[in-house]
């Protein structure tokens, strides 16, 4: 079985992402913490990161993730506000494979989990 991990904290989002992941039966780890994310995201397949969650350090994390030899070949996925161009270049410079707009994520969340399963 396929996984992914969310770092999400917007309730509508975390629905949408769970019910296309149940019908591509893809198992999700919603991380509730910063220190959570080693756990779930080292057998993933996609992490998925709202770059606007406020329990995170979003640039920090991505670095993280792409420096521990466990996660860094691991798919990455952030989504932002569009105004926030800022936080998107650094998001992108820190290792971030893609950063999308909320709007885009959404419009495309279903290939985005697709493409995990593959």
């Known amino acids: 079985m396929s996984k992914i991990t969310a770092v999400v904290n917007d309730?509508?989002?975390?629905?949408k992402i769970r019910?296309?992941?149940?019908?591509?039966?893809i198992?999700?780890?919603?991380?509730?913490?910063e220190g959570q994310i080693d756990r779930y995201a080292r057998d993933s397949e996609l992490i998925v990161i709202d770059l606007?969650?406020?329990f995170i350090d979003p640039v920090n994390m991505i670095e993280r993730l792409?420096?521990?030899?466990?996660?860094a070949a691991t798919r990455l996925i952030a989504y932002i506000s569009h105004v926030n161009?800022?936080?998107?270049?650094?998001a992108l410079a820190a290792g971030c494979d893609e950063v999308l707009s909320r709007f885009e994520f959404n419009a495309n969340l279903r290939e985005i989990?697709?493409?995990a399963c593959n």
């Open 52 to 54: 606007e969650s406020d």
């Open 85 to 90: 161009s800022s936080l998107k270049a650094q």
């Open 19 to 25: 019910t296309m992941a149940e019908y591509f039966g």
């Open 66 to 71: 792409k420096a521990n030899p466990q996660t």
């Open 113 to 115: 989990l697709q493409s």
């Open 27 to 33: 198992s999700v780890g919603f991380v509730g913490s």
């Open 11 to 15: 309730l509508a989002f975390m629905t």
